[in-house]
């Protein structure tokens, strides 16, 4: 089977997420701080009339950190999550933006040219890494977005 993936880099590395996870890509833009969040969080944007949590994958997977340049990008991401109400449990989605240094292309990869991620030797955390392919000599990692955000999840804030 085929997939779609967005293809970006971080720190002269090649990335990919799930188009199903990608909203839109926007121009990087300062984002506006918020108190006593965690340090890779970057604070909110608004994006259509919503308040997106920024998030710098360089400070969350504990890369070098970097100053924006005309290439950066950030990548609004969609992240199915359940809550628990009187009523039982909801579905819903999260919106987050993801700070890359730069955004390629989308391109097609093939399920049989996934590998495993290796054990060690990565820049980021094999937990994060749902696969590596190769495309044009150049190694990608795919990253598991559920996995990134398992322990917390960014807030949005809706303008109504």
């Known amino acids: 089977m085929i997939h779609q993936f967005l293809t970006f880099s971080l720190n002269e590395k090649l990335y990919a997420i799930d188009v199903f996870h990608v ?9 506006t701080k918020l108190p006593c969040t965690a340090p890779y969080i970057e604070g909110l944007i608004n994006s259509r009339n919503q308040g997106i949590t920024v998030v710098n994958f360089r400070k969350r997977f504990s890369l070098p950190d970097s100053a924006p340049s005309k290439f950066t990008r950030i990548i609004v991401l969609e992240l199915p999550s359940k809550t628990a109400d009187a009523d039982g449990e909801q579905s819903s989605i999260t919106l987050f933006g993801a700070v890359a240094d730069s955004v390629n292309e989308v391109i097609d990869i093939e399920d049989e040219i996934i590998e495993p991620p290796p054990k060690f030797g990565n820049a980021i955390s094999a937990e994060f890494i749902s696969g590596i392919c190769k495309k044009d000599d150049t190694f990608i990692s795919i990253l598991n977005i559920e996995k990134i955000f398992a322990e917390e999840i960014p807030v949005t804030v809706s303008e109504e």
């Open 23 to 31: 909203q839109e890509v926007l121009t990087y833009r300062d984002a």
